[in-house]
């Protein structure tokens, strides 16, 4: 453009590439505005479609406003994300996809590290130490062996530590030779209260002590899930699953994990508290974790890909629409969100 400006001695002859400059650059800017438009309609259009997929409906423009907001927040971050195209997982849009990171939190997580005054004396052994790891599979998925009930919601209660507890009552209870059954995490909301607190959060260790000093649980369908806490009424109700005692894992010690796991389903808390966590779809996760223990799940097997990528497969509590049809496969032998520094399992 300078050259061609010191070359022209005529401003005439000038002025016809100017003008054709100008047409150029409002054409192109008109451009990026109409297409910035074009994403925003369409992502007011995803949003919408969002809404009746997953039935929500806000209070007034004002909410569905702030809402849209953050949706389109996570939306352009899970974009981005898959589109980088170095992760070894996707990420989705879910029922979570209009909450910010806070509310998420708040709402569907729940779990509460126990303090070291609160821990357990009753759980010092650890029965699977010696177990050699030449007895440990490669692989392993307790759903194959029917030792996993099928995906639960612990919907807007911060419970679960109850649905932790229970997935590994429900394995062990499996494994020691019964029925495959689904036991009651309303009965863990509503009686587990000596250090648990329903809704507001809880440990599986002390999930499990109730357990132990009720001399049972009962069945899901005789003490159904309310998503709020209610009167404890196990009295009522008929214990159809009992457990002896739990033991903890050694902290930080994945294949002490591993061992635990090639047993039974294992109760651990985990680091959640991501956009990347909240919108994980399938693959093996690797990406960003909190940096606390703030959800717990069970872990219900592990194996290893073609490429050698070592992984959890984990059992959350966030309804079938959630992950990969409600699992996650986490990257294993990392420290990866924490895990391995609580973990829990009942002994039949
Ligand atoms: C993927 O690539 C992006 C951009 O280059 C980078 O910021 C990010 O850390 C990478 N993520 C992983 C999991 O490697
Ligand atoms: C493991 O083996 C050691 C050495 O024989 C023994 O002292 C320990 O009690 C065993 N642990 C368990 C949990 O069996």
């Not at 980088?84 to 997982?89: F, S």
């Not at 612990?154 to 494994?175: D, H, L, N, P, R």
Request: some cysteine; charged content about 20%; glycine content about 8%.
């Amino acid at each position: 453009m300078v050259l061609i400006f010191e070359r022209s001695g005529s401003f005439k002859i000038n002025t016809i590439p100017m003008f054709i400059i100008i047409i150029l650059l409002v054409s192109c800017a008109s451009q990026v505005v109409s297409s910035r438009s074009t994403h925003e309609q369409s992502v007011v259009e995803m949003h919408e479609k969002w809404m009746a997929q997953h039935g929500r409906s806000y209070k007034d423009e004002l909410e569905k406003e702030m809402r849209f907001k953050i949706f389109k927040e996570n939306l352009e971050y899970i974009e981005k994300a898959n589109k980088e195209g170095n992760r070894t997982y996707k990420l989705g849009t879910n029922r979570f996809s209009d909450l910010t990171n806070d509310e998420f939190r708040a709402l569907y997580t729940g779990y509460k590290m126990p303090s070291p005054s609160h821990r357990s004396t009753t759980s010092s052994t650890f029965k699977y130490q010696n177990l050699s790891m030449t007895d440990v599979p490669t692989s392993l998925d307790w759903r194959d062996k029917k030792a996993v009930t099928p995906i639960k919601d612990q919907q807007e209660c911060g419970c679960c530590w109850a649905f932790s507890a229970v997935a590994a009552v429900e394995g062990i209870t499996k494994i020691s030779g019964a029925n495959l059954i689904q036991l009651s995490e309303q009965q863990l909301v509503d009686c587990s209260t000596n250090g648990n607190n329903g809704c507001g959060g809880g440990t599986m260790e002390k999930a499990f002590e109730y357990i132990i000093q009720n001399q049972g649980i009962a069945t899901e369908d005789e003490y159904p899930y309310q998503a709020v806490q209610g009167t404890c009424s196990a009295a009522q109700k008929a214990a159809a699953a009992k457990i002896s005692n739990y033991e903890e894992v050694p902290s930080g010690d994945e294949q002490a994990l591993l061992k635990a796991v090639s047993m039974q389903p294992v109760s651990i808390g985990i680091a959640a508290y991501t956009t990347e966590f909240k919108s994980y779809k399938e693959g093996i996760f690797n990406g960003v974790c909190g940096t606390q223990l703030d959800h717990a799940v069970t872990i219900v097997g592990f194996g290893t890909t073609e490429d050698g990528a070592n992984y959890w497969l984990i059992k959350n509590s966030w309804g079938d629409t959630w992950g990969d049809a409600g699992y996650m496969k986490i990257l294993r032998d990392e420290g990866l969100c924490g895990i391995g520094t609580q973990s829990s399992y009942p002994l039949a």
